[in-house]
Nanobody, 124 residues
């Protein structure tokens, strides 16, 4: 398991923006594909975005394409999720996750270690 700590969640209004951060412990951060996923109450975990080891390749889930942007800073062992035009249906617990091998798959099962999550609540 890779220690991950998400932060930046909170209560916002529809249309607002929010940036989530994920700090990753250890020396191997640049070897990981990183992803953001979320889970709303009563729903399955949903893939949102992934970014390759070097940050040059990304993938997005259909529900956030064009509104969310994933980025990473390998010097800081951190990955970010910029969320724009937030909607009430974006309300969920947001998790970052690690993939030890390459590629930017879009299935939650392709990611191993998970953080504890950060709550994002979007009011209408």
């Amino acid at each position: 398991q890779v220690p991950l700590v998400e932060s930046g969640g909170g209560l916002v209004q529809a249309g607002d923006s929010l940036t989530l951060s994920c700090a990753v412990s250890g020396q191997a951060f640049s070897m990981y594909t990183m992803a953001w996923l979320r889970q709303a109450a009563g729903k399955e975990r949903e893939f949102l975005a992934a970014i390759s080891r070097g940050g040059t390749v990304t993938s997005y889930g259909d529900s956030v394409l064009g509104r969310f942007a994933i980025s990473r800073d390998n010097a800081k062992n951190a990955v970010y999720l910029q969320m724009n035009s937030l909607k009430p249906e974006d309300t969920a617990v947001y998790y970052c996750a690690v993939r030890n091998s390459g590629g930017v798959p879009t299935t939650p099962a392709d990611y191993a270690s998970w953080g504890r999550g950060t709550q994002v609540t979007v009011s209408s």
